[in-house]
């Protein structure tokens, strides 16, 4: 049994930043994808961005380009979503999600295993 749990999120100011983190214990990460999605209030859940079991290969939504990034360390079992210039409509609670597949996952039903999430929010 796979369990992820996500820690990292927090009030932040507009332009700051914030690392979110996903830990897994049960199984190494190595063996996963794993992907970050996110739910504002009231809205449905979104894409942010994805990582292969090997790390080597990413992708980030176009809402998040050039602003955040998804890295993994095996070694300690880790997940990161670096976020910088942090805005308010990035503001939503963030989940990280493995998958059983060697290849990065873009939609919520690809993945088997789910975080209980992280609150973000950024003030104007």
């Known amino acids: 049994q796979v369990h992820l749990i996500e820690s990292g999120g927090g009030l932040v100011q507009a332009g700051g930043s914030l690392r979110l983190s996903c830990a897994a214990s049960g199984t190494a990460l190595s063996d996963y994808s794993v992907g970050w999605f996110r739910q504002p209030s009231e809205k449905a859940r979104e894409f942010v961005a994805a990582?292969?079991?090997?790390?080597?290969?990413?992708h980030h939504a176009a809402s998040v380009e050039g602003r955040f990034t998804i890295s993994k360390d095996s070694a300690k079992n880790l997940v990161f979503l670096q976020m910088n210039n942090l805005q308010p409509e990035d503001t939503a609670v963030y989940f990280c999600?493995?998958?059983?597949?060697?290849?990065?996952?873009?939609?919520?039903?690809?993945?088997?295993?789910w975080g209980q999430g992280t609150q973000v929010t950024v003030s104007s």
């Open positions: 999600a493995a998958r059983t597949s060697q290849f990065k996952g873009y939609f919520d039903y690809e993945y088997n295993y």
């Open positions: 990582i292969s079991a090997s790390g080597g290969s990413t």
